[in-house]
């Protein structure tokens, strides 16, 4: 169903999808139901002349078993979405697959900073590669991601992912996930972290392998201290406008 | 202890009943009514604000950046304060004013047929303080620095630091407000559980209470129970403000999460705390309208008891993605999808008494039935949210907002307006006018429901919370559905609030109007049982002329060995 | 006294309605503190550093204020039994005892955070000195408002006014007291 608005774009996101639509399409059928028979009770039962209520204690069994019954079923459907839910939670998670590579993502007030670690496959070494508010991935490659905030509290959240997590300053979280589709698209910071909050945008871009090498290359010649300045001053600006 | 007391005022005899100053009667009253009617102004004046303050951020999300008419352009700061005030005044001037303390102090004495409450100097002070409160609270929009703006639940260390919020005033007096208002909540509280487990009226057993007494008094509890810990935090908080502590900043030792439990531990049973007193008057209204016995009364106070001890285990489903330990998100999923049957089962329960009734459509059943189908999709959209796996993608997004809208606002907007007209003939002795009332609420509940059901689908379709201006967001511009836009969904959200607020005058001059020129009401206009209708509309101070002894329970509606459809509490069989 | 709600007179439980308040009251007290020392144990227990600055508390003074205040309880508990035997003034005699004995606690309590603080230990040193000042301040504030409260109901008793009271001030004093017997260990022992 979400799939309708967005694009599942990483291996996880059809199973959280999956967990959404097994809950709406259940809790869909209940609804209906307890809604139609309230309004129908509602209609049926209008006050009319000379037709006195009825006096129901609802203290008998042969009536409490009216809101009895429901409430088994609406037991046996938690339970089935419990389980859905916590297989899901644990793949997302709790079992991380081993990761082709890793990224270090520290989010600060207000801008997402990405660290890759560059050829030698290792973050703070002299060829990491630090791009600001914008995220370039390979396809079909799982990413590790070590979550890091210096600041307050921000949520690291890529829709089309189904990807969330919160960044809490004085701890490094770890987590994963695989781009499974091209392309690029937003995300948002998701927790709130001060008046910049909303201007939080980021970008990711998911590439096929010889675009993420192409796009490597490049930015191994940029400069990417001067990089970072320019874009924390343009957010800056933002902020004060 | 006072038998002397209990001569000097006997019943019948209304010696302390002297001609009262305007301040003694109106402003410094130990009368519960007038206490309960302070209340229930001050929270309805403070739904104004509120309202105002979703006014104001609408408009700057439906029309960005436009010069929003009585407010001016919406800037970033201003919109996070907007927001965290909204939510506040909301939750915390609003609904417990007006549900728990409002209602709680006028029902409670005359519904188990007593003069007063047990202590009516700490009720008054309870009123004062939580005055204070509200104060406290407006003035910190008006300091250096602005409103604080770090949402409703106030984490750190955005809330701790000024460097970080940049409302170091703002911050400060917010959390100073909230907690004058729980040591107010603290003392009503107390006054509200001992005086409905000590000052019942003669013959009136437990299963002879009210529900809605019965869901104050819990309520109450769960308050009391929940509110500690939240109490410690916020002293912790205020002394990382301004004393230079580290509890909740990580770089000096502390842990910010810690907060994050303190809050939830709290703002989960809150969510009960407000909700059963609602569920509670709507059960007083459809019994009455559909002259039935409430359906298993038992088996719903059981239930209320086990939503209570239930709400105290599923605070951290708040926390799922909060960096908290991932195993603990399995407990949290079971705790709060178990929590579904005990309500499930209170809005079945409210249906059934419905079967074999003769239902009167008046305003408020109307109100009351609202209650319910509105509460069923806030209760059935949080299954998403209990369920960790989907509450991975969902979490803070605008499904969020539109479930807990979909729960808040049945119990906050439509609970107090159930409850308001449905016992607005004993509050002021006069009835409302029947067609206004319907007409203020088709125009009430038509628009909630178009503000909100479009934020599902943006939350569906990944638009998060909190965000001023969404023009940053390249994809959450384009085609949405039904050829709507993204932006026309936002558009019409706004334009149903403006409706729905504009409805609301239609309520205040049905107010004005049926006081000053209503129909008299009469001691029991709608033929109900409990013990509030025996007194005169409305009760002189000290209620009820004389000691009333109760016989039976609150719902014998239509009860086949009477003539009449009602049996009062009080008549002797 | 002024006028007295009919209400205020009944006793539907069977447990007078101002102890039945002093309950609640404790109650609510209950978690508030239960809140403070949660978070606080929780703390501790995930930062073994802590012992190292919980070493530089007194043992010594800490065990002679948790007998002041061990001692200030059982006066109490006689001021309660003095006012059941409708002795008022004996009632308030003991009721000045336990008065005397949260003034010592007092007074001990700034001398030992003066020495501290002297020593360098202030509130923002380390956050087990946060919650070492926050935990035992906020006990204090309850010894100071108890024993103030004490000194009304025991001038009421003194004219065997109100005596009901003399025994409701003391539940309050014993929770006052329980409480500091979970802070002594907490902030004092464990090293």
């Not at chain 2, 939510?87 to 709680?104: D, E, K, S």
């Not at chain 2, 239509?558 to 009080?570: A, F, L, T, V």
Request: with cysteine; net charge negative; glycine share 8%.
């Amino acid at each position: 169903m979400i799939e309708y608005y967005l694009v599942a774009a990483s291996s996880f996101a059809r199973d959280i999808d999956m967990v959404f639509d097994v809950v709406f399409w259940s809790v869909a059928f209940w609804f209906t139901l307890t809604f139609g028979a309230f309004i129908w009770l509602i209609f049926k039962f209008r006050a009319k002349e000379g037709v006195p209520a009825q006096y129901i204690t609802g203290e008998e069994k042969s009536q409490k078993k009216y809101i009895s019954y429901p409430h088994f079923a609406v037991l046996i459907f938690d339970v089935l979405i419990i389980v859905m839910a916590v297989r899901v939670w644990y793949d997302v998670k709790q079992d991380l697959p081993p990761a082709d590579h890793t990224v270090r993502v520290i989010g600060q007030q207000w801008a997402w900073t990405f660290v890759h670690p560059g050829p030698d496959g290792k973050i703070d070494t002299a060829d990491d590669i630090t791009e600001i508010d914008e995220l370039h991935l390979q396809v079909d490659s799982t990413y590790h991601y070590k979550l890091e905030s210096t600041d307050v509290l921000h949520s690291f959240s890529i829709p089309v992912f189904r990807l969330k997590q919160d960044a809490i300053p004085g701890r490094v979280i770890t987590g994963w996930f695989k781009p499974i589709l091209t392309g690029e698209w937003d995300f948002q910071c998701a927790e709130i972290c001060g008046i910049g909050h909303g201007i939080m945008a980021a970008r990711v871009f998911v590439e096929t392998p010889a675009e993420h090498e192409a796009w490597m290359q490049q930015a191994m010649n940029q400069q990417p201290g001067q990089q970072s300045e320019l874009q924390l001053a343009a957010n800056a600006a933002t902020v004060g406008e | 202890m006072a038998e002397s007391a209990e001569v000097s005022h006997a019943p019948g005899h209304d010696d302390h009943h002297h001609e009262e100053s305007f301040w003694s009667k109106y402003v410094f009253s130990t009368d519960h009514k007038m206490i309960a009617m302070q209340y229930m102004f001050t929270g309805m004046a403070m739904a104004l604000i509120g309202g105002f303050f979703a006014y104001a951020f609408r408009m700057q999300l439906a029309f960005p950046g436009m010069d929003v008419p009585f407010f001016g352009t919406v800037s970033p700061a201003d919109y996070n304060s907007l927001v965290t005030n909204h939510g506040t005044i909301m939750i915390f001037w609003v609904a417990m004013p007006v549900l728990i303390a409002a209602f709680g102090n006028y029902l409670i004495p005359l519904m188990i047929g007593c003069d007063d409450m047990v202590f009516p100097r700490i009720n008054r002070l309870s009123y004062q303080i939580f005055l204070l409160s509200a104060i406290v609270l407006i003035a910190s929009f008006f300091v250096p620095g602005g409103g604080f703006g770090g949402a409703w639940t106030s984490y750190p260390p955005l809330s701790a630091k000024p460097e970080y919020n940049l409302t170091p005033l703002g911050a400060t007096l917010w959390l100073v407000a909230v907690a004058l208002e729980f040591v107010a909540f603290l003392l009503g509280g107390i006054n509200f559980i001992t005086t409905a487990m000590n000052a019942r009226a003669k013959g009136m057993k437990l299963y002879d209470i009210p529900m809605v007494i019965w869901m104050i008094v819990v309520a109450s509890i769960l308050f009391m129970a929940s509110v500690g810990p939240l109490i410690a935090g916020a002293v912790m908080l205020f002394m990382d403000q301004n004393v230079g502590t580290a509890f909740f900043d990580p770089d000096k030792g502390g842990d910010p999460v810690l907060w994050q439990h303190l809050f939830w531990f709290f703002g989960h049973p809150e969510v009960y705390v407000v909700l059963l007193p609602a569920l509670g008057i709507v059960a007083e209204i459809i019994t009455t309208f559909s002259r039935k016995k409430l359906f298993a009364y038992r088996t719903v106070l059981y239930t209320v008891f086990g939503t209570g001890i239930l709400s105290f285990t599923v605070w951290a489903h708040h926390q799922f993605i909060a960096g908290v330990d991932p195993r603990m998100a399995h407990v949290f999923t079971v705790t709060t999808l178990l929590i579904s049957v005990p309500i499930a089962e209170m809005c079945f329960v409210y249906i059934a008494t419905l079967y074999g009734g003769s239902i009167t459509l008046n305003t408020p059943m109307l109100w009351a039935l609202a209650f319910i189908g509105e509460f069923l999709i806030g209760g059935v959209t949080g299954i998403f949210l209990g369920a960790s796996g989907a509450d991975i993608y969902l979490h803070d997004t605008y499904f969020v907002l539109a479930h807990f809208h979909y729960t808040f606002y049945p119990i906050a907007i439509i609970g107090t307006y159930a409850g308001f007209t449905y016992w607005f003939p004993k509050m002021f002795g006069k009835m409302m006018d029947d067609r206004l009332g319907r007409i203020h609420f088709w125009l009430t509940i038509i628009p909630f429901n178009l503000i909100f059901i479009p934020l599902f689908f943006l939350g569906a379709a990944g638009q998060h919370r909190r965000i001023y201006n969404y023009e940053h967001f390249p994809d959450l511009q384009g085609p949405l559905m039904l050829g709507f836009t993204y932006q026309d969904f936002r558009e019409i959200a706004t334009y149903s609030l403006l409706v729905m607020l504009g409805a609301q005058v239609i309520f205040f001059y049905n107010v004005i109007k049926s006081w000053i020129s209503g129909e008299a009401a009469g001691n029991n206009p709608w033929k109900a049982n409990s013990l509030e209708w025996v007194a005169t509309s409305p009760p002189p101070h000290g209620n009820f002329s004389e000691e009333l002894e109760v016989f039976r329970g609150p719902y014998e509606y239509s009860h086949p060995d009477r003539d009449e459809d009602y049996w009062p509490q009080n008549e002797p069989a | 006294m002024a006028f007295r709600p009919i209400a205020n007179t009944r006793s539907a439980s069977g447990i007078p309605t101002a102890k039945l308040a002093t309950w609640w009251v404790v109650g609510s007290e209950i978690v508030i503190f239960g809140g403070l020392l949660a978070s606080y144990i929780m703390h501790r227990l995930a930062h073994d550093a802590w012992s190292e600055q919980a070493a530089h508390t007194n043992v010594y003074i800490g065990l002679f204020n948790t007998f002041v205040l061990l001692s200030s309880s059982l006066s109490a508990v006689l001021a309660h039994k003095a006012a059941e035997e409708g002795n008022g003034a004996k009632a308030a005699k003991l009721l000045y005892y336990t008065m005397g004995g949260a003034l010592i606690f007092v007074l001990v309590k700034s001398a030992e955070w003066t020495m501290e603080i002297t020593h360098g230990f202030t509130i923002t040193s380390s956050t087990f000195w946060s919650f070492y000042y926050t935990a035992a301040g906020l006990h204090a504030v309850h010894v100071i408002a108890g024993a103030i409260i004490m000194g009304i109901v025991a001038a009421d008793a003194k004219k065997n006014q109100e005596l009901h009271r003399v025994e409701l001030i003391g539940i309050y004093w014993h929770f006052v007291d329980i409480v500091w017997i979970f802070l002594f260990p907490l902030l004092y022992i464990a090293k």
